[in-house]
């Protein structure tokens, strides 16, 4: 899939599935907790209070009235030894607490075993356990309060509820319940009235006792309401949709930015050098078309830079070899020892100018590359300035070169500089200030706490301010004071602007007060790695 938005839709797709698929084990799990847990709440008290009355008669009479209630429940009772049952000590502590078992035999019947005493358990096959339960629990309580009076129903019953049932049952009267004058009417004939409350999905019941007007009211029961499956299938369906919807809005317009970019890398690709992306943002697709553009850049200024060296190259390089031919010739000509010799020193400067032409070249070819290996160590800038001073005073003695040292405390001397780039970005400023000199130069070092600067002053013709800029372009002379016939190459500035490139800084050229140019060197104290 070539689209992004099929590959997202497709991702997004195959985890929906797949959270589906888990939500409806996860469902099915806990609707099936849900389940036995109110199947429990269903059978507990019917059970409960019947082994409560079983464990109150001697034992001669409980078979006998456990098969009349049976009857009238239509639950067929039966009683079981204790050290018979298959059930684990940890599930008959549970029975002995209150507890009731129920074993589904199928969707709608079980087998409920709940606790009589230590001999004996109460077991009983339940043909459909269902809110209609509750109908045999209220019947069976009916029962149990007629023995007692009108007066100790109330105190009777509360006691059973807390103890043995797991729904509320009160005792209420005829004004003080909702009932119709046919449901009042089915009451006093004994019935039990189920009202079934949609609305709230609640469930009571009504029985009246035969010696009075008080009625047992049981509930309200809250109804099971199973999680469907089916709904939530919908509902991710419709998330499925509308994230799919949001999705394609948001993706189709990365999509087109992203075909931007690569119709524009299609294009640099074929030589189009110039080309450049226009997307605008600061997500990640904005970053990338800015990445884009730098890359552009750097890759359109390295080409430039190589045209610039071949044309730098084959116009400096015609110079000397041309006089190294001329110099052959001579050679050839040369009737004396004499002649030849000072031909043959001629040609040796020629061929030393040759090297150091190739050297700067080298020189300002890796600076510009991407990234040239800059190492970075603790050094007193202030002895790199004194040492490229007693160099030149070595080679020279045109014109006095004064250092003035560095009156900052020894640990601010110190700084984090490639040492072999920083003393060849002096000796090019020094040297440079040497040829255009009138009689001195000064070159000084000084500290902050968060920068480094190097000045380097001479009392020459200085650079007009229009020139200042361009004085650093690589292969640029200037007219007049500043000619070919001073030496150089046009390389030594454009260098020393790159050596402060890879050192976080700056070379600047402004007016001397020694009356000509001073060239200066500025970098942060801490760099960063």
Known sequence: MSSI????????????????????????????????????????????????????????QRQKWLRDWGHKLSIPFSMVPVNQVDFS?????????????????????????????????????????????????????????????????????TKRSSESLSFPVSIVHYPSTYLTPLQQSQLRQGSVVTILSVRDETLQLYAQMADSDQIIHLGPLKLLNLYPFK???????????????????????????LRKLERAATRFSRGDFDVRVNVAGADSIGRLAMAFNAMADHIQRLLSLQKEMIRGVSHELRTPVARLRFGLDLIADARTQEEREAQLEGMDQDIQELDHLVDEFLTYANLEQGAPTISLKRHDVDKVVAQVVGE???????????????????????VEIDRRYIHRAIQNLV?????????????RFSSTQDTCRIDVDDDGPGIPEEQWERVFSAFSRLDDSRTRKSGGYGLGLSIVRRI????????LVSHSPLGGARFSLVWPRKQRH
């Open 5 to 60: 938005f099929l590959r997202i839709y497709g991702g997004l797709l195959f985890s929906l599935v797949l959270v589906s698929v888990l939500s409806g084990i996860v469902v099915t799990i806990v609707n099936g907790v849900r389940m036995a847990e109110y199947r429990e709440d269903m059978a507990r008290g019917t059970f409960r209070l019947v082994s409560e009355v079983l464990a109150s008669l001697p034992d001669d």
């Open 89 to 157: 000590p940890k599930e008959v502590e549970l029975l002995s607490q209150g507890q009731v078992d129920v074993q589904m035999l199928n969707e709608k019947s079980a087998v409920i075993t709940s606790w009589i005493d230590d001999q004996w358990l109460l077991r009983g096959n339940v043909p459909e356990i269902s809110e209609q339960m509750a109908t045999s629990t209220i019947i069976f309580l009916r029962h149990l309060l007629n023995s007692y009076s009108p007066d100790e129903r109330a105190r009777v019953l």
């Open 231 to 257: 709904l939530i299938l919908t509902l991710g369906l419709f998330v499925l949709i509308s994230l799919s919807l949001a999705i394609y809005i948001l993706v189709r317009g990365m999509e087109k930015r």
């Open 392 to 414: 030149h005073l070595r080679l020279q003695n045109r014109v006095e070169i004064e250092h003035i040292p560095c009156n900052v405390l020894n640990p601010r001397r110190f």
């Open 431 to 443: 040297g440079n200030a040497c040829r255009y000199a009138d009689s001195r130069v000064q070159v």
């Open 500 to 507: 402060m490139y890879w050192h976080g800084g700056r070379a």
